[in-house]
Structure formats: structure tokens, C-alpha cells
């Protein structure tokens, strides 16, 4: 199925994005099935990406990044994540989670000793956020601590649910250094994963995502340079908020990724697929959920599209309130419905098929649930957007 043009994206952006999935269709579609098995993310994916530029896609060149804009590489991970989403996950944790919140708000000095190795692929990131019993409430409820010693912190605490644990060699964390403060107390540091007191307790077993290895981290006694510090000292609700507001862009593409290639395949099936003697897409009510899955990733795409237009050049510390949270609250919360829809009417398409483990579509199944429960729930995102649309009211 080929990329339908869209009004929010100029011919060179969607070449860019043409060229990207056939590469990455090529190099890790393949690759599926046993990631899926294995739950381990092949050594070879991060060298590939660097190698071809697709790391750091918002980190200037200079950094060693490739320099494009917002819109640029959500297009590129829709459609990383439609030919690999295992991979596409990963991708986002490291490339947005990670990467751009270091670009975006660390020192020079931070920035020239990281970035070159998080966008050549020898370096994976990941970021340190939800705790064991802090999850919707994350800064609130944050219980990991950095106090100052010298010129380092030393952290103690616990990490939950993190993409790429396991295997990142740098995660970015963040811990209260003013528990007194509450939410406003929290700042952000760079924990490489060789510093003594950092270990990782568990790799977790997920439903989906398989191949985007999970993981519990733990910190006990870790020394970590204060130069290591990313933004202001107690500053980190801004770090954080603004990033949210990225990743829920960015994820809203994942979202659509994972259903376009639902979409892709239940077509395919439903032309070869016979019953009664001529294939089931002659049949109206397999034509009728065609229709609607078509009908459900265009509305998703299109708000999708929107939002990442206004997150174009989103300011250091801006996000987290106003129309940007509100409209990347919304678009992750359409994209994330609408694949959940489009990816229960493929397995539907596929009949009894769909139901076994390795099929491609089981396997897409199982993975788009996480999608209105990461980043924030469903929940959470309908509270985001009454809130802001309550305001001054």
C-alpha cells in the first residue's frame, strides 16, 4: 500500500519517508517473527540506523544528527514502526525519549559528549520515569532521590517499565532532589549503565512490543557527576512536561504505523482468503470493516499530522500546558482508539487465523494494546484535554 499524500507534508518530506520504509521494510521486517519469540532487540538494528542516518533525527548535524524537522521524523517513525514496531518502540525511546530531550536541554558540554554516540548507533538511550508506585501520578508519587554529595548526587530508588532498560547505555533520569517540593523538587540526570549502583533487576515479559526489551532498573548508591545534570536544578517538571508532550506526538505516529500495516495485510488477506467459492473481500460486510479501518487511521493521521506541525520548534521548556498539551493529548488519544479498532476488525478479517500466536496479525494485536496505556492512558489524556479546555473559563 503506498503512502497516501497529505496536505500537512511537502513532496521531499514524503520522499523521505518513502525511501525510509523501503530500508527499513527491507532490513527489519524480517526480523519479526523472531523478536517476537526471542524478546531480544538484534545487536545489528542500532549500527544499521546510525549507518543510515536515522538517529538523532532531530539533533543537528553538528552533533552528528541529521538535522530535520519535527514533522520529518514522526513521518520516519510511522514508518519505522509499520514495517518493525518492536523496533519503532525502541526507536522512540531512544530518538525522542532520550535523545532529543539531552539535545534539547542539556549543557554544550553534555551535548558534545553524548549525542555523537546516541546518533552513530553505539550508544542506546532511554529514559527513567515511572516507578514501581508511581505510574499516571509520576512526579507526584516519585519516590527515587538524588542527593548532593560533593560534586556529584548519589541516587537511590527504583524504575519501572522502561523501554530499553535492559540494554541502554545511557538513561536519563529523573529523581527528587527536594522531596520537600513535591512534583517541584525533581531534576533530570544522564546515569550511564557501567556506574557503580545501578543495575537492571529484571527484564520484563510483555504481551507485546516483544523485541523492545523492558525493564525494572535500580539505583543504590549510584554516584553521578552534578555536570551530568540535564536542565536547571528542581527543573525537571519542565523537562519532563515538554517531553510528554513530544513523545505523545511522536507516539500517535507508532499508533498509525502499527495500523496501516493491520490495514495492509487484512486487505491482502481478504483478496486471497476464499469462501463459498470467490475471496471474503467480495463480501459488503468484510468490504464495510475495510472501509472503516481505512476511514479511522486517515481521521487519526490527520490530527496526528496537525499536532506535529504545531510541536515544529517547540521552545526549551515550552509544552506541558496550552494548546500543545492539548492537542498532542488528543492526537495520541484518536491515534491509540483508532488503532485499537482497526486492529480488532483485522483479526476479525483473518477469522481463525488472527487467533493463532504467529501470525503477523496476532502479533500486531497484541502489541497496540500498550497504546492507550503508555504514555499516559486514555484516562489520563481525556483529563489533559478538559483541563485545558476548562481553563479561563
Known amino acids: 500500500m503506498t503512502n497516501t499524500p497529505s496536505h500537512f507534508v511537502t513532496p521531499e518530506q514524503q520522499a523521505l519517508a518513502d525511501q525510509a520504509y523501503k530500508f527499513f521494510f527491507s532490513e527489519f521486517h524480517h526480523l519479526n517473527a523472531e523478536m517476537d519469540d526471542s524478546d531480544d532487540l538484534p545487536a545489528s538494528v542500532f549500527p544499521a540506523l546510525g549507518k543510515m542516518g536515522y538517529l538523532g533525527l532531530n539533533v543537528p548535524t553538528e552533533y552528528g544528527g541529521a538535522g530535520l524537522d519535527f514533522t520529518s521524523a514522526c513521518m520516519i517513525t510511522e514508518e519505522l514502526t509499520r514495517a518493525n514496531a518492536a523496533i519503532g518502540l525502541t526507536f522512540l525511546a531512544h530518538d525522542n525519549l532520550c535523545v532529543n530531550n539531552i539535545y534539547r536541554n542539556s549543557s554544550e558540554e553534555t551535548r558534545r559528549k553524548y549525542l555523537p554516540g546516541l546518533c552513530d548507533g553505539s550508544l542506546i538511550g532511554a529514559l527513567g520515569l515511572t516507578e514501581p508506585g508511581a505510574g499516571s501520578d509520576a512526579l507526584g508519587a516519585m519516590k527515587t532521590t538524588a542527593r548532593k554529595d560533593g560534586d556529584d548526587y548519589i541516587l537511590n530508588g527504583s524504575k519501572i517499565f522502561i523501554t530499553n532498560g535492559p540494554i541502554a547505555d545511557i538513561v536519563l533520569v529523573y529523581a527528587k532532589t527536594s522531596p520537600e517540593k513535591g512534583a517541584h523538587g525533581i531534576t533530570a540526570f544522564i546515569v550511564e549503565t557501567t556506574t557503580p549502583g545501578f543495575k537492571v533487576a529484571q527484564k520484563l515479559n510483555k504481551m507485546g512490543f516483544r523485541g523492545s526489551p523492558t ?54 488477506y481478504a483478496q486471497t482468503r476464499q469462501q463459498f467459492g470467490k475471496p471474503i473481500a467480495s463480501f459488503q460486510m468484510v468490504q464495510a470493516m475495510l472501509a472503516d479501518m481505512y476511514t479511522e487511521i486517515e481521521v487519526a493521521r490527520t490530527l496526528a499530522f496537525r499536532t506535529a506541525a504545531m510541536c515544529e520548534g517547540l521552545e526549551e521548556g515550552k509544552g506541558g500546558r496550552g494548546d500543545v498539551h492539548k492537542m498532542t493529548a488528543a492526537a495520541i488519544f484518536q491515534a491509540a482508539k483508532a488503532n485499537s479498532f482497526v486492529l480488532d476488525k483485522a483479526v476479525q478479517i483473518h477469522g481463525g487465523s488472527g487467533y493463532m500466536r504467529d501470525t503477523e496479525v496476532n502479533r500486531l494485536y497484541r502489541t497496540g494494546r500498550v497504546l492507550e496505556v503508555g504514555a499516559g492512558t486514555q484516562e489520563v489524556r481525556k483529563i489533559i484535554i478538559a483541563g485545558e479546555l476548562l481553563k479561563n473559563r
Open 215 to 268: 525493564g525494572e532498573l535500580v539505583f543504590e548508591d549510584c554516584r553521578v557527576p552534578a555536570k551530568n545534570m540535564v536542565g536547571k536544578l528542581d527543573g525537571g517538571v519542565a523537562v519532563t512536561m515538554s517531553g510528554l508532550d513530544l513523545e505523545r506526538a511522536v507516539a500517535s505516529f507508532c499508533a498509525t504505523g502499527v495500523a496501516r500495516r493491520a490495514l495492509e495485510i487484512s486487505i491482502d
